[in-house]
């Protein structure tokens, strides 16, 4: 079991910048990667990054690529997600997510654990 729990969003302006944190717990050494999604209202959960737990690799999506960068601290179990130059149309409810699944992928399916979410509202 891996227990996730994000951090970090809010009310910011557009062009302004938030950084998010997941703080993983339990079986920390077992998930492959940790990816982040969010979802909009009235829209469906979407992939934004991840990265792999052990090496570092990282993967965006289209959208966010050039604003928003994912990192991790494997000694605090956490990973980031920098999001900068921040738009409208990047509100959203921000979840993380770990996945056992090799390569890294980018569907909810292969995802087992989730966090609660983290509001993210960007004001144009």
């Known amino acids: 079991q891996v227990q996730l729990v994000e951090s970090g969003g809010g009310l910011v302006q557009a062009g302004g910048s938030l950084r998010l944190s997941c703080a993983a717990s339990?079986?920390?050494?077992?998930?492959?990667?940790i990816g982040w999604f969010r979802q909009a209202p009235g829209k469906e959960r979407e992939f934004v990054a991840a990265i792999t737990w052990s090496s570092g690799s990282t993967y965006y999506a289209d959208s966010v690529k050039g604003r928003f960068t994912i990192s991790r601290d494997n000694s605090k179990n956490t990973v980031y997600l920098q999001a900068n130059s921040l738009k409208p149309e990047d509100t959203a409810v921000y979840y993380c997510?770990?996945?056992?699944?090799?390569?890294?992928?980018?569907?909810?399916?292969?995802?087992?654990?989730w966090g609660q979410g983290t509001q993210v509202t960007v004001a144009s």
């Open positions: 997510a770990a996945s056992n699944a090799r390569p890294v992928q980018v569907t909810l399916r292969h995802y087992n654990y």
């Open positions: 339990g079986r920390t050494s077992s998930p492959y990667a």
